[in-house]
């Protein structure tokens, strides 16, 4: 199955707002709402951001925001800041009753 | 404080075998289904496999169906995968995740493994 389309790469500067989108099809992204996003820095295990689609866990910053809209759902960096650059994934249940990732994002702060 | 800690890796030829382990501590390892996700060097996350908390219902993506086999030992608080027929496309580094609410909802990664599959 092929991954999750993703951007690979988005820019902003400090205090911008920036979007990552995540698409796929009816079988998994649009099918469900076990949409999650996760934050990699450089040479770190992924840390969750988002789950559900649009559910934040305790501590991370209210920036980060997740939405969807039919095979496409997206994470949103408000007030964009330095330590916010590092690789996005999104991961999606699908239908097979597997897990899919998109192909990731690196997000770069200007 | 949740805690995994893979072990198990290394260098093996192409067509053989290794077992990873991954030991959890700082939650109820038997109330969570458990997950192996791999990157290979400079690339994306891909999900391996993932196991229920009772270890009743087991999944695998496809480029590894018939020659992975994911375990647990709740007992020890254990996550294995056992590795065969290894080709040079599994090399990667392997984390071992933990689910929420189901498999796909990864809420905490460990720091990962690395297999390196060359003759």
């Known amino acids: 199955q092929s991954a999750l389309t993703q951007p690979p790469s988005v820019s902003g500067s400090p205090g911008e707002s920036v979007t990552i989108s995540c698409t796929g099809s009816?079988?998994?992204?649009?099918?469900?709402?076990?949409v999650s996003w996760y934050q990699q820095p450089p040479g770190t295990a992924p840390k969750l951001m988002i789950y559900d689609v649009s559910h934040r866990p305790s501590g991370v910053p209210h920036r980060f925001s997740g939405s969807k809209s039919g095979n496409t759902a997206s994470l949103t960096i408000s007030g964009l800041q330095t330590e916010d650059e590092a690789d996005y994934y999104c991961s999606s249940y699908t239908s097979a009753s597997t897990l899919l990732f998109g192909g990731g994002t690196k997000v770069t702060v200007l | 404080e949740v805690q995994l800690v893979e072990s198990g890796g290394g260098l093996v030829q192409p067509g053989g075998s290794l077992r990873l382990s991954c030991t959890a501590s700082?939650?109820?390892?038997?109330?969570?289904?458990m997950n192996w996700v791999r990157q290979a060097p400079g690339k994306g996350l891909q999900w391996v496999s993932a196991l229920s908390g009772s270890g009743g219902n087991t999944y695998y993506a496809d480029s590894v169906k018939g020659r992975f086999t994911i375990s647990r030992d709740n007992s020890k608080n254990t996550l294995d995968l056992q590795m065969h027929s290894l080709r040079a496309e599994d090399t990667a580094l392997y984390y071992c995740?933990?689910?929420?609410?189901?498999?796909?909802?990864?809420?905490?990664w460990g720091q990962g493994t690395l297999v390196a599959v060359s003759s």
């Open positions: 995740a933990k689910g929420s609410s189901g498999f796909d909802d990864i809420d905490f």
């Open positions: 009816s079988s998994d992204v649009g099918g469900y709402d076990r």
């Open positions: 700082g939650f109820s390892f038997g109330n969570y289904a």
